[in-house]
Each structure stands twice: as structure tokens, then as C-alpha cells.
């Protein structure tokens, strides 16, 4: 069985690191470079960097933006944003991304050309869903608005564009927290024969763990679970445990220690603590 991959996704707006809720509400947070190194430090197996801004504003990606983020990263960087050609998308791997991502508003025609140029291995479609009337529809986020066409009509046209992996995001569970949308995933997972990345909801370890155990899914990404917290990343794949499906290189460890409900390590009791205190032993004299 192939090892499961963590991916911290970097949501960038206006050149600041941001949350999201929903596709509505944003939060900002800090710098993409910083956020891009500590993902990288705390073991994630890949990093997910999405420019909302640069498309709904008709730009190009920040370039700068990409070589800074990518001289900080020890792992595989994804990027998102304004990707429109293929010159683009040679800017943005000679800037230091491996993989260009794209949504649906991208021609089939890109897709085909961006895989034949550097492989599908290097190409990934992001769908993002809405569920409306109990049917999951297909999003765009700068209208606001669904498409008609069918998810699973979609996804089995798109499959023959040549991309290698498929981000799947629910507009619904977005920053939420409560956990990945399983039922979507599950069903585009079972019948995609690509890779799923799924991303959005994810607010504990637990979640993490129905996401490999209930779905087919190849990757889990989050962003707002593993901000705010030190090593959070590493935390997470520390509680998943020694399962093979996650792929954990990290030495660290953490016996001594319990976590509350959103997988912070809580304080050290003080009895542990006066144990750890330095003490100075007097030198014996005869």
C-alpha cells in the first residue's frame, strides 16, 4: 500500500498568508515565505501554494513570490493562481514549483499542453464544491456561482486532459473544522483514476485518520488546522501513530505529554516540572 501524503496548503491573498471560511471570510496571518519554511521544518510530504488573488484580479503569479517561497521548502511545492498558458507555467517551474495548479475555468487544451511539455506528474485540476439541493455541484468561486454540468461528468471528461492528481475542495466544509466532506470524497476517490488530494474541514488528527480509513483518497491537506500551533504538522503525524499509510521521517516524539481537543500539547503538570529543575550538587571536600 502507498504511504498517504500530509500537505500543508498555503492560502495566499494580496501577498499575505491567509484563513478562509467558506470561500467568504478571510483571516490573514503572516508572510508565505515563513509560513512555507515551518510547514517544510514540521515534516510536511508536500505544500500546497495558492495565490486566490492573482486570477480574479487578471494577473500573472508572483514570481518572487514563488523563487522566495521555494528557497525556504525542502519539499514539493504546488502552485496555484493565474496560471493562464503555458509560457506561465514555465515561469512558475523555473521559479521553483514542481507542479502548477489549475482550476476549471482552465481550457482542456492547457492541461494537455502543460502535460505534454513536463509530464502529468506536474499537472493538477483543483475542483472546488458546492453541495446545493443535495447534489454536488462544480464552483466558481469569483462568481459565486455552480455550473450545471455534473461533478461525475466532469471529473471523467477531465481525467483525459493528461493531469496527474486532482484537488478536491468543499466550498461547505471550508475552514469549518468538523472534518473532510467523506461522502464526496468517497465518491469521486472510488471512481477517479487519478490521485485525490482532499482539502478543506480538517480540525483534529481524528479527521485525518476517517479520511485514510473511509476514503480513497491519496493526500489530505489542510491550512487553517496547522496554523497558530508549533510543529503541528509533526504533532499530527505523531498521533496518527505508526501507521504505514502515513509517511513519517521525523525522530521526534512525545510520551510525556497530552494533547486537548484541537491536538495542542497541554501545559506540562508542575511536578514534572519541579523534576526537571536544575540541581546544583556541592562539591565534596575531605
Given at each position: 500500500?502507498?504511504?498517504?501524503?500530509?500537505?500543508?496548503?498555503?492560502?495566499?491573498?494580496?501577498?499575505?498568508?491567509?484563513?478562509?471560511?467558506?470561500?467568504?471570510?478571510?483571516?490573514?496571518v503572516?508572510?508565505?515565505?515563513?509560513?512555507?519554511?515551518?510547514?517544510?521544518?514540521?515534516?510536511?510530504?508536500?505544500?500546497?501554494?495558492?495565490?486566490?488573488?492573482?486570477?480574479?484580479?487578471?494577473?500573472?503569479?508572483?514570481?518572487?513570490?514563488?523563487?522566495?517561497?521555494?528557497?525556504?521548502?525542502?519539499?514539493?511545492?504546488?502552485?496555484?493562481?493565474?496560471?493562464?498558458?503555458?509560457?506561465i507555467?514555465?515561469?512558475?517551474?523555473?521559479?521553483?514549483?514542481?507542479k502548477?495548479?489549475?482550476?476549471?475555468?482552465?481550457?482542456?487544451?492547457?492541461?494537455?499542453?502543460?502535460?505534454?511539455?513536463?509530464?502529468?506528474?506536474?499537472?493538477?485540476?483543483?475542483?472546488?464544491?458546492?453541495?446545493?439541493?443535495?447534489?454536488?455541484?462544480?464552483?466558481n468561486y469569483?462568481?459565486?456561482?455552480?455550473?450545471?454540468?455534473?461533478?461525475?461528468?466532469?471529473?471523467?471528461?477531465?481525467?483525459?486532459?493528461?493531469?496527474?492528481?486532482?484537488?478536491?475542495?468543499?466550498?461547505?466544509?471550508?475552514?469549518?473544522?468538523?472534518?473532510?466532506?467523506?461522502?464526496?470524497?468517497?465518491?469521486?476517490?472510488?471512481?477517479?483514476?487519478?490521485?485525490v488530494?482532499?482539502?478543506?474541514?480538517?480540525?483534529?488528527?481524528e479527521?485525518?485518520?476517517?479520511?485514510f480509513?473511509?476514503?480513497?483518497?491519496?493526500?489530505?491537506?489542510?491550512?487553517?488546522?496547522?496554523?497558530?500551533?508549533?510543529?503541528?504538522?509533526?504533532?499530527?503525524?505523531?498521533?496518527?501513530?505508526?501507521?504505514?499509510?502515513?509517511?513519517?521521517?521525523?525522530?521526534?516524539?512525545?510520551?510525556?505529554?497530552?494533547?486537548?481537543?484541537?491536538?495542542?500539547?497541554?501545559?506540562?503538570?508542575?511536578?514534572?516540572?519541579?523534576?526537571?529543575?536544575?540541581?546544583?550538587?556541592?562539591?565534596?571536600?575531605?
Amino acid at each position: 500500500m502507498l504511504s498517504k501524503r500530509i500537505i500543508g496548503a498555503v492560502l495566499v491573498k494580496d501577498d499575505s498568508v491567509i484563513q478562509s471560511l467558506q470561500f467568504k471570510n478571510y483571516l490573514p496571518v503572516g508572510k508565505p515565505a515563513i509560513t512555507v519554511e515551518y510547514f517544510s521544518r514540521w515534516g510536511a510530504d508536500e505544500i500546497l501554494l495558492i495565490d486566490i488573488s492573482r486570477t480574479k484580479r487578471g494577473l500573472e503569479p508572483n514570481y518572487e513570490l514563488i523563487e522566495n517561497c521555494s528557497t525556504y521548502s525542502t519539499v514539493p511545492i504546488a502552485y496555484g493562481g493565474g496560471v493562464s498558458s503555458l509560457d506561465i507555467a514555465r515561469r512558475v517551474f523555473l521559479s521553483g514549483a514542481d507542479k502548477v495548479v489549475m482550476n476549471s475555468r482552465a481550457s482542456a487544451s492547457l492541461f494537455k499542453d502543460i502535460s505534454e511539455q513536463y509530464g502529468s506528474q506536474s499537472v493538477v485540476l483543483s475542483i472546488d464544491v458546492h453541495k446545493t439541493e443535495n447534489i454536488y455541484k462544480l464552483f466558481n468561486y469569483l462568481s459565486g456561482s455552480c455550473s450545471e454540468q455534473t461533478l461525475e461528468d466532469y471529473i471523467e471528461v477531465a481525467s483525459s486532459w493528461g493531469i496527474g492528481e486532482i484537488l478536491l475542495q468543499s466550498v461547505d466544509f471550508d475552514g469549518v473544522g468538523s472534518g473532510f466532506d467523506l461522502e464526496l470524497i468517497s465518491s469521486v476517490s472510488s471512481k477517479s483514476i487519478v490521485p485525490v488530494i482532499a482539502l478543506g474541514g480538517a480540525g483534529k488528527s481524528e479527521h485525518f485518520r476517517e479520511l485514510f480509513n473511509e476514503t480513497l483518497a491519496e493526500a489530505g491537506a489542510a491550512a487553517n488546522y496547522f496554523h497558530f500551533t508549533e510543529h503541528s504538522i509533526t504533532v499530527l503525524k505523531y498521533l496518527l501513530g505508526t501507521d504505514q499509510y502515513i509517511r513519517n521521517d521525523t525522530t521526534l516524539s512525545y510520551p510525556s505529554h497530552t494533547f486537548d481537543d484541537f491536538d495542542r500539547i497541554k501545559k506540562i503538570g508542575d511536578e514534572l516540572l519541579d523534576q526537571m529543575y536544575y540541581q546544583k550538587i556541592i562539591e565534596e571536600r575531605i
